[in-house]
Nanobody, 125 residues
Framework: QVQLVESGGGFVQPGGSLRLSCAAS????????IGWFRQAPGKEREGVSS????????YYADSVKGRFTISRDNAKNTVYLQMNSLKPEDTAVYYC??????????????????WGQGTQVTVSS
């Protein structure tokens, strides 16, 4: 059974950093794309970043490019999202997701079948 568990969220001041983790189980992790998404109150779920299992290529939304870094550790079945220079507009619930039919990069929520429970990130002074 595919399971994804996020951790690492919290409260941080503007300009601060957080590292989110997504621990995966129930599938052959190294082959598949993992995506990070976020959803703020009253807004649609937005693709933040993704990393391919095939060639570890990466995607970043323009809003986080240069500030966020995605990486994966296949030995630990874990994907990380290092978030630096955080802004109040980064405040949201962050989710990781995957699909057993997705090998390339995607920022479209509909292309992902399995989701974690989410972790709250709040950026405020």
């Amino acid at each position: 059974q595919v399971q994804l568990v996020e951790s690492g969220g919290g409260f941080v001041q503007p300009g601060g950093s957080l590292r989110l983790s997504c621990a995966a189980s129930g599938f052959t992790f190294k082959y598949y794309t993992i995506g990070w998404f976020r959803q703020a109150p009253g807004k649609e779920r937005e693709g933040v970043s993704s990393i391919s299992g095939v060639d570890t290529s990466t995607y970043y939304a323009d809003s986080v490019k240069g500030r966020f870094t995605i990486s994966r550790d296949n030995a630990k079945n874990t994907v990380y999202l290092q978030m630096n220079s955080l802004k109040p507009e980064d405040t949201a619930v962050y989710y990781c997701a995957t699909s057993l039919n997705l090998y390339g990069l995607s920022s479209t929520p509909d292309e992902y079948d399995y989701w974690g429970q989410g972790t709250q990130v709040t950026v405020s002074s």
